[in-house]
């Protein structure tokens, strides 16, 4: 996970962390707490070598929230020997740092260190990497699942794992999904109408389409596996994939990471979950959320959203290229033209530029306005026209 982009489900997240922050205890927020300009801190980092990132952002309004990065921070994670790695910044919010075998080290302790540009001082609990044991197995059954609708069930693949219980391996475990999935966009002729002022073909360079979309999965999965028995940990469930989606539609990728956490990291992360999913929202029972572990060092009556670990990591990929049984539910108007747009030349250019495919629909050909990402697959969240490396 940690050298990927920020999962910023973005507010979403910090909202459902709301104040998982300050030192480890259960508490209810008051009311006072629940304001814009508390600080964010999403910064969980993983034994893997390689590019890892830090992502520093102050909270906006509740009922309209958008993300309001913090730029320049002064970001440090030193271990207990003293040794430390600067994370810099890269773009408003985000740091980043190159870290290696030198300074990972199964068994060591790393705490978090941060210095705002107003000069206020924060830092975390030391949190140690523990040895992680491995991933034996992913797999999928073809399944179907109730909905809330008693008459609806949904179609789909469930997924699972079988892990390996190691007793010399940390006992508390957090699993991270991240899926990759390839989309065609159909091969309609694209026009563009920009502040030219021309209705002209759209040029290749923005006419993609086949992209494969990458993103992490919200949900969070943990486990304590101190009192299982057994040497393997058999269909432990994970995500579930309707047909009602483009995601198996033509290649579906399931990326599991496998995370060994400290106690105090597992508490964290077990009490979200129980928060983000139980029902309702998080205000609704007035449910004990959980603190992080990072705070003022000035000032531990202050709130930080937020949690820093660092874990040892296992991960492991599998594909679905085709599942037996299972129809998809192809959407035949999927990116159709609609309307003409009418007086295009009296448009306010912050409105340009429209997008236009050609098409058969129903039997018809037609011309008119679509989604930039019907036309440029790359439009979609998440979406690259790049074949990953892993394809």
Known sequence: MGANQPKYSSWIISLSVLFLSGCIEQYYPEKDELKPGTLVVLAHLTSKPGMQFIHI???SAIIYPKYDPLSYCYIEVVNLGGDSKEFRETEPGRYCCQLD????????AYRLEIITPEGSRYASGYETIYPVPEIQSIYFARENHATRDLEIIEEGI?????????K???RFLRWNLVETYEIHNPDNEAWIYDVDRRLKIAPDSITWRRCWIS???????TLDVGNVDGEIYRRFPLNFVSNETRRLHIRYCLQVEQLALSQAAFFYWDELRKNIQSQGNLFDTQAALTHGNICNVNDQ?????????ISSLHEKRVFVDDVPDLDFQIDPYY???GDFPPFLSRINDKYLPYYMVSARVEGIWRTGEVHKYCVDCRDYKGSSHIKPEFW
């Open 101 to 108: 075998e030198t300074f990972l080290h199964i068994g060591e």
């Open 168 to 170: 010399d391996s940390g």
């Open 158 to 166: 469930q997924f699972y794992m079988d892990f390996e219980v190691e």
């Open 215 to 221: 993103r992490e999965l919200p949900e969070i999965y």
């Open 335 to 337: 990116c159709a033209p």
């Open 57 to 59: 952002s102050r909270s």
């Open 301 to 309: 009556k202050e709130a930080v959203i937020g949690y820093f670990s």
